[in-house]
């Protein structure tokens, strides 16, 4: 029976081992390692008995440095919080499950000092490429990794980085979220976006709604940041003069729990008074009133692909960077049915 205490196991070495079962250091490291089949049946028999008895871990950071391979996968995401990152981060780490790598997450908590830190600490344990999802502000140290290893950005571009990008195909979402509100009967319609912040996807759905508002002549549309005097753009957009039914797009899930609050606190009834649509199809969506009409992003589907290209680069693929684009789902639910004439 097996009757050393967790302490104890933690100090066993490779050498109680060999004398465990009576054969030398180099055959254990053989039998840890990728050599197994040089040791004949009865030594490998011993040595897994040993290892069993003795409750002997392997110290497989020791390992990965030794052979020049830690199969360490970095991910540095803005804020762990939020979840879409979450998500996305499950993908990758079921991926990475999947192909025998380990992922090492790091939040910077949207702060550049964090940011920094968190670089130099994955660097330090020797990670194999990194995945990146943040706003990208140490451009000088991510430029320096991209030198030394594999780097995939996952919604968010570096100015300057040649890398990989996976994500959204955000003016297809601003598309089909337009001609929903359209074909719905909304008319008046007020973008709701986090702070841009330098951040590329924000960036770039509100651009595009801005060039396709012009391209709709039935539609007229403007643009809001989410903050404290959130609620009082929704009163004044609520009270404007009437261009007909009025909906909210929110460019993503912290957009629209903010977008809802604020509707809350001024007293619009949901979803009468206003229309609402929203990136991202969080799980407390079909819970609001009628349920929010969504336009889904395949986030684990994201982060298995971002672990994927990163993988063929580790392999060796040195063909130019290229750009995934997913496309999002519609999910229609009762936020945007208010002034449907069918």
Request: hydrophobic residues 40%.
């Amino acid at each position: 029976m097996n009757d050393f205490s967790a302490a104890q196991r933690s100090r066993v070495t490779m050498l109680d081992v060999a004398e465990r079962a009576g054969v030398s250091k180099a055959s254990v490291s053989r039998f840890i390692g990728d050599d197994r089949a040089l040791l004949s049946d009865a030594i490998a028999l011993r040595i897994e008995q040993a290892i069993d008895e003795l409750g002997y871990r392997p110290n497989q950071m020791a390992r990965g440095l030794k052979r020049g391979r830690t199969r360490l996968i970095g991910m540095l995401v803005a804020d762990i919080r939020n979840p879409y990152s979450i998500a996305v981060m499950h993908g990758v780490e079921t991926a990475c499950r999947a192909h025998g790598y380990s992922l090492v997450v790091c939040n910077t908590d949207r702060d550049d000092e964090q940011e920094r830190q968190h670089l130099a600490l994955l660097r330090s344990y020797n990670i194999e490429g990194l995945i990146v999802n943040t706003l990208g502000h140490h451009r000088d140290e991510l430029h320096e990794l991209r030198r030394e290893m594999p780097l995939v950005l996952v919604d968010r571009k570096v100015d300057g980085l040649d890398s990989d990008m996976i994500g959204l195909n955000n003016p297809q979402a601003v598309e089909m979220a337009l001609a929903h509100l359209e074909q719905r009967g909304y008319r008046d319609v007020l973008l709701v976006t986090e702070p841009y912040d330098g951040t590329s996807s924000r960036i770039e759905r509100v651009s595009s709604f801005q060039a396709q508002i012009q391209q709709r002549s039935a539609l007229n549309g403007a643009v809001v940041e989410t903050g404290d005097d959130l609620a009082t753009h929704l009163q004044t957009f609520l009270h404007k003069p009437d261009l007909g039914p009025k909906a909210l797009f929110c460019a993503n899930g912290v957009a629209a729990l903010a977008a809802t609050h604020a509707l809350r606190r001024i007293g619009s009834r949901l979803f009468e008074d206003i229309g609402l649509i929203a990136l991202d199809d969080l799980d407390w969506y079909p819970l609001v009133g009628s349920g929010i009409t969504a336009l889904a992003q395949p986030t684990e589907a994201i982060g298995a692909r971002a672990f994927e290209c990163l993988l063929k680069r580790l392999r060796g693929d040195d063909e130019a960077a290229r750009v995934v684009d997913f496309a999002p789902v519609l999910v229609v639910r009762g936020s945007t049915l208010g002034f449907c004439s069918d």
